[in-house]
């Protein structure tokens, strides 16, 4: 059974950070490519970063400014999302996704305070 599971989010202070995990089970991780997607309270799910396989080509959304890193450890089936400078309109659901095959997580809650 495919599945991604993400965890790491919670409750930060404004300029502090956090680091997501997303587990992968299901399939040969190593050989697709990962999103990491962010959606706020009445507001469109939007792309945060992504990443190739074995790290080829990484991109992030324009918003990011050099604050979040994507990564992933293809022995522990995992990709994640260090955020750090984080900013009040940083918060919201932070989801892991396949794009092959459309699969994604449940997500994982991010609360920045101000």
């Known amino acids: 059974q495919v599945q991604l599971v993400e965890s790491g989010g919670g409750l930060v202070e404004q300029g502090g950070s956090l680091r997501l995990s997303c587990l992968a089970s299901?399939?040969?991780?190593?050989?697709?490519?990962m999103r990491w997607y962010r959606q706020a309270p009445g507001k469109e799910r939007e792309l945060v970063a992504y990443?190739?396989?074995?790290?080829?080509?990484?991109n992030y959304g324009a918003f990011v400014k050099g604050r979040f890193i994507i990564s992933r450890d293809d022995a522990k089936n995992t990709v994640y999302l260090q955020m750090n400078n984080l900013l009040p309109e940083d918060a919201g659901t932070y989801y892991c996704?396949?794009?092959?095959?459309?699969?994604w997580g449940r997500g994982t809650q991010v609360t920045v305070s101000s």
């Open positions: 996704q396949r794009p092959n095959g459309d699969v």
């Open positions: 990443i190739y396989p074995y790290a080829r080509d990484i």
């Open positions: 299901g399939f040969a991780f190593s050989s697709y490519a």
